[in-house]
């Protein structure tokens, strides 16, 4: 049986979309049960309202205090010691919980993971990772999106390594392709940390395709896209900037006068449609990797549907043995390194 | 006089969009000349297609050969001798010429530009900066976007000199705002280098913001944005790739079925609007930044308008004197390192 301690107070919405998501993934997975964490009576409240199914898959778990979007990680750290963020990932350490979900501040969730959990042996940074939809009706995972401001060739390796366990355990796919990213193809492209990651990956037992570029991204090029930490967290909010301005701007134009009013009346089957095809909610659950223990987080703006994706993920993480299968390659990856030596 | 070289052979199209792209402007500006640099009977013929309204505006310069977008840079700049790449740079070397204007193969461009030309005095490294447009309907130029694949806090300092003085020339912007791209607004964000370098725009005389994540490029949260290379590139090959992905999925989508084809139709009004407003034909022209001469890169698949567009900022640029502006603000920049040493 399955269990996942979920942060019922984090995100922007809180309780109103927590309770709610975990409720549809629980009808889903009748074998899975809940750590709802948090604030009791709040909880207890939400849960009625959200009708379970199946009551007896939730235990609820008091915490007192809460991380906020704008606690720095120093007060989640030291200060807010019964914040249900702490105590959900205190459940995975204790094994009472098998993973743990939270929207809350990415940066207090990294540094409480890190220090409850600890890393997995032989995984020196942890990193962040997420899948973007892709033009081939897939998503590409992309990691590091900003665990690590600095990484050396042998991070892009941990991260290969990771990305493509993660993949395997969510996707289902045997060999994920693994791509490092770089502003060329050819191999004299990108600095020095770059090309030597590139010759690492190359003698791995990891599927690696080569260097992409920023675009591959959308084109599906491979499975999983390895970076440091700063370009991945700036390619991402580009994008996100990118995706909001144009879908802004056509709103924008469609509102302006009563026959494009009309034109957008017509047309609402199509972006209907297009909204079902880029929905970044079906993609929302960002797995916090290199850790003793499996943690997602969702995006704090998340709703519903986006939070029960996050868990889902999480869920589907555990079911696949996400940490087994990355100690594993961890493993034969240190084998081939010292075959070689 | 403004006098401008144009590589005519170079980008997808050649000839077919320079000489038209140049007429334009051209036309716009009786008080500026034309050096057409290429095979002297494809440009006369061209020309004589594109009817310029003077005919004196152009002078044609023979170069026998031409720098393909495969072209690796040692072959522009040890073999192809003759090229018009080559050829056009030099006219400004010589004097003969103000500005350059090329879409050739960037790589190539820029290692010609720098070795024909040399460097500004108290610049380093030389950078390739681009306006990508805004929601506040103006242009967000970024640099460094590829020519340096790492920087120092030094490096990012002279990218702020170098762009606040090219929105000035171009956009006639008094005290252009400067931003650092980083992974998240507080100051202990970011990698020692980038945080170092916001500790020298600080204490400069540039008008400098702070830091700035992927999502403002934009919000138009500062005119320009400062990063190293590998970080531009990739945000700007990422950029490309999200646009490129969700206009297709349109586009798909609007032609699904004869209904939303319909829709299509009476929403095409809305759609040309929105093109206007998002062309980024209107921001083609980068600039290469810190050479001893103007020159401007078009991009490799612009059309008429886009070219012309980059040969307009290009002679903004020399009307404006940007190269007069780089080098005061250098002594200024020096001037007060000096005074707080």
Not at 61 to 77: I, Q, R, W
Not at 225 to 250: H, P, R, W
């Amino acid at each position: 049986m399955i269990k996942i301690a979920i942060d019922c107070m984090g995100g922007d919405e809180g309780l109103a979309v927590t309770i709610p998501g975990t409720v549809q993934v629980a009808n889903r997975y009748p074998d899975t049960h809940f750590l709802l964490v948090g604030l009791v009576d709040q909880i207890e409240a939400a849960l009625e309202r959200a009708k379970p199914a199946n009551r007896s898959q939730f235990e609820i778990v008091s915490a007192a205090e809460v991380v906020t979007m704008d606690d720095p990680v120093e007060v989640a750290l030291r200060r807010k010691k019964d914040s249900s963020m702490r105590v959900a990932i205190t459940c995975v350490k204790d094994g009472r919980a098998d993973a743990c979900v939270s929207s809350g501040n990415t940066g207090a969730l990294m540094a409480l993971s890190r220090f409850i959990l600890k890393m997995l042996p032989g995984i020196d940074r942890p990193a962040i990772a997420t899948a973007l939809p892709n033009v081939k009706g897939g998503g590409t995972t992309v990691l590091d999106l900003g665990a690590n401001v600095d990484c050396s060739a042998e991070h892009l390796l941990e991260f290969g390594i990771m990305g493509s366990a993660l993949v395997q355990a969510i996707d289902h796919i045997d060999a994920p392709t693994v791509g490092i990213l770089n502003i060329g193809q050819e191999d004299i492209k990108g600095n020095d940390q770059v090309k030597q990651a590139a010759q690492l990956l190359k003698s791995s037992h990891l599927n690696f395709y080569g260097n992409v570029e920023g675009d591959d991204i959308f084109k599906g090029t491979t499975d999983v896209i390895v970076c440091d930490g700063f370009v991945g967290n700036s390619v991402l909010k580009a994008i996100e900037g990118t995706a909001k301005m144009i879908l802004g701007q056509i709103k924008l134009e469609f509102k302006r006068n009563p026959f494009s009013r009309f034109a957008a009346l017509l047309s609402m089957p199509v972006f209907k449609r297009l909204r079902q095809r880029l929905d970044n909610r079906r993609y929302n659950g960002a797995a916090l990797l290199g850790l003793r223990g499996v943690v997602f987080k969702s995006h704090g703006s998340a709703d519903e549907l986006a939070f029960a994706c996050a868990v889902e993920r999480a869920r589907g993480a555990v079911a696949s043995n996400l940490l087994s299968k990355i100690i594993h390659s961890v493993e034969r990856s240190n084998a081939i390194k010292s075959q070689n030596e």
